[in-house]
């Protein structure tokens, strides 16, 4: 019997519902660290570490330890490798990459400035996709990447148009209740006046018609967060804009009560809880026939 001697052929029956995922992911957002992988997909980390390894070897990761300057060293980073994003490619019936473009994106990831902004805004999924691991009502319909919002953005199941800068877009579900919401992810780097205009842009696509979906910041710190709503208080808000603190969560998932929407004298809200202009059907998401995402 002939063997086939395409390697992307050879390679999709090996291939785990949990393999597709992660190609999925890294496709989309780029690069994850070994325990972010870890803690969003496997039971443990050496589990992890086992399945990793034999994905790299057939080709389909490549990892990186970013160069430290304060000296010791970074946990692995995991990118695509060349025949990890034609495998992708081919479920989506997208353009196969080149291998210089895929060594050329590699590259660039691992080099990347904005390399500790991009593992932040993952980190916030991968905990999510880690809460929904262990529990069975919860559940992480999408994450898509900020570069799917920056150029005529069609929210689903509407017919609005516009323009966001949102770092990234999610579906979630919780006993029975489904929020999608844009994240800002916030590293202090900013002046709060920045945070608030970024807002101007979630009130434009309303004004076009789109949905009123909640704004969350992800700060660093609880002083920020204060200081953030401060300035909230002298804004005309269009939508929700809901504020966690990573330095006060204590271990906590934001999928739990961390969140604080503006205006609003309740108790701290789990994510699945925050208000919605309408019922969402995150079927209206599948935009693409993707076996490889969430």
């Avoid at 999709?12 to 949990?18: C, F, G, I, S, V």
């Avoid at 076009?208 to 609880?222: E, I, N, Y």
């Avoid at 309740?266 to 599948?286: I, K, N, T």
């Amino acid at each position: 019997m002939r063997t086939t001697t395409d390697h992307v052929l050879r390679v999709q029956h090996q291939l785990t519902e949990r393999d597709w995922r992660l190609l999925g992911w890294l496709y989309d957002h780029s690069v994850l660290t070994s325990f972010q992988i870890a803690h969003a997909l496997f039971p443990s980390l050496n589990y992890a570490q086992r399945r990793l390894t034999q994905l790299t070897e057939l080709s389909l990761l490549e990892r990186f330890r970013p160069f430290r300057l304060q000296g010791g060293s970074h946990p692995y980073h995991y990118a695509l490798a060349h025949t990890g994003a034609l495998v992708v490619a081919a479920t989506r019936g997208d353009e196969p990459p080149r291998r210089t473009a895929s060594t050329t994106r590699l590259h660039r990831i691992a080099t990347s400035r904005n390399l500790d902004h991009r593992l932040g805004i993952n980190q916030f999924f991968t905990d999510l996709a880690a809460h929904e691991r262990i529990h069975p009502t919860a559940r992480l319909h999408h994450w898509w990447p900020g570069t799917r919002l920056n150029r005529f953005f069609n929210p689903p199941g509407t017919t609005a148009y516009g323009m966001v800068q949102a770092d990234a877009l999610g579906v979630w579900s919780e006993h029975g209740q489904t929020t999608v919401w844009y994240l800002e992810h916030d590293q202090g780097t900013e002046a709060l006046g920045v945070l608030v205009e970024k807002l101007a842009g979630y009130s434009n696509l309303v004004r076009r018609g789109g949905p009123a979906w909640p704004v969350l910041f992800w700060l660093h710190s609880t002083t920020r967060e204060a200081n953030l709503h401060r300035r909230l208080d002298n804004t005309r808000l269009t939508v929700p804009v809901a504020t966690a603190a990573r330095d006060r969560l204590d271990g906590h998932s934001p999928a739990k009560a961390v969140w604080h929407l503006h205006g609003s004298a309740s108790p701290l809200l789990r994510l699945a809880e925050l208000p919605m202009p309408g019922e969402v059907d995150p079927a209206d998401f599948d935009q693409t026939r993707q076996r490889a995402t969430p």
